[in-house]
């Protein structure tokens, strides 16, 4: 299923885009692995020669049939501005560097670099930021269990370019597992990797607690968060 959405994707893509679409890039979660791929996780990155408004309109109803199917938003740039990107988004090019697959076009992340002072950066500024989010989404489920579990689901999920990010921050091996990088994180950090085992539970349904189980997964969850904004805050 995967496989024939993203043909019917590039495919109308071409056919509206024509010659000014440079490349289609699956990139993230959905190359590391190739089962239990939730629609969300299916990365894209779409490079144009050009993108006025009109180009725009040309691929508008290839994003809304994709956007209908629960899949995120292309990224969407010209080849040049994502090249010159790296500086302020370097988290998401280091994910496009690790693991991604070209689907159509140029492969040019053979000419992207990532430097690791812009990295901390980024990974200070995203931290403090889920932070804020999270406790926000916290009060607007205003105690439901049911709303609170799909937070904490969607957070580690939405969290996992940032772990591996920083793991290379902190001198990881690009190729690390899921396993090797909490052991990394571990090491330098020092926090409770059982927290996050428990949340992925939740998204298999393997893990069923009540809401105040739930709350207090929060609160230990939010712990951790904190423990690393402090750490590259001071590093």
């Given at each position: 299923?995967?496989?024939?959405?993203?043909?019917?994707?590039?495919?109308?893509?071409?056919?509206?885009?024509?010659?000014?679409?440079?490349?289609?890039?699956?990139?993230?979660?959905?190359?590391?692995?190739?089962?239990?791929?939730?629609?969300?996780?299916?990365?894209?990155?779409?490079?144009?020669?050009?993108?006025?408004?009109?180009?725009?309109?040309?691929?508008?109803?290839?994003?809304?049939?994709?956007?209908?199917?629960?899949?995120?938003?292309?990224?969407?740039?010209?080849?040049?501005?994502?090249?010159?990107?790296?500086?302020?988004?370097?988290?998401?090019?280091?994910?496009?560097?690790?693991?991604?697959?070209?689907?159509?076009?140029?492969?040019?992340?053979?000419?992207?670099?990532?430097?690791?002072?812009?990295?901390?950066?980024?990974?200070?500024?995203?931290?403090?930021?889920?932070?804020?989010?999270?406790?926000?989404?916290?009060?607007?489920?205003?105690?439901?269990?049911?709303?609170?579990?799909?937070?904490?689901?969607?957070?580690?999920?939405?969290?996992?370019?940032?772990?591996?990010?920083?793991?290379?921050?902190?001198?990881?091996?690009?190729?690390?597992?899921?396993?090797?990088?909490?052991?990394?994180?571990?090491?330098?950090?020092?926090?409770?990797?059982?927290?996050?085992?428990?949340?992925?539970?939740?998204?298999s349904g393997s893990l069923k607690p009540n809401k105040e189980e739930?709350?207090?997964?929060?609160?230990?969850?939010?712990?951790?968060?904190?423990?690393?904004?402090?750490?590259?805050?001071?590093?």
């Amino acid at each position: 299923m995967k496989k024939e959405s993203l043909e019917a994707f590039v495919e109308k893509l071409k056919a509206t885009a024509g010659e000014n679409l440079k490349a289609v890039i699956l990139y993230g979660a959905a190359c590391r692995r190739s089962d239990n791929v939730r629609p969300e996780e299916l990365q894209l990155l779409v490079l144009f020669n050009e993108l006025k408004s009109t180009h725009l309109d040309q691929i508008q109803g290839a994003i809304k049939n994709w956007r209908k199917k629960s899949h995120p938003l292309p990224k969407i740039f010209t080849v040049e501005r994502f090249l010159q990107s790296s500086d302020i988004f370097p988290i998401e090019c280091i994910d496009v560097l690790e693991h991604h697959e070209v689907l159509f076009g140029e492969d040019v992340t053979e000419r992207l670099e990532v430097s690791k002072d812009n990295l901390r950066l980024q990974l200070e500024t995203e931290f403090k930021g889920k932070l804020l989010q999270l406790r926000e989404a916290y009060l607007s489920v205003e105690g439901n269990a049911k709303g609170l579990g799909r937070i904490l689901d969607y957070s580690v999920v939405s969290m996992e370019p940032l772990f591996r990010a920083l793991n290379l921050l902190l001198g990881g091996n690009k190729d690390s597992s899921d396993e090797e990088i909490l052991s990394v994180l571990n090491e330098k950090i020092s926090f409770e990797t059982g927290v996050l085992s428990s949340i992925s539970q939740l998204r298999s349904g393997s893990l069923k607690p009540n809401k105040e189980e739930l709350k207090k997964l929060f609160d230990q969850y939010l712990g951790i968060l904190e423990q690393i904004s402090d750490f590259i805050d001071q590093h």
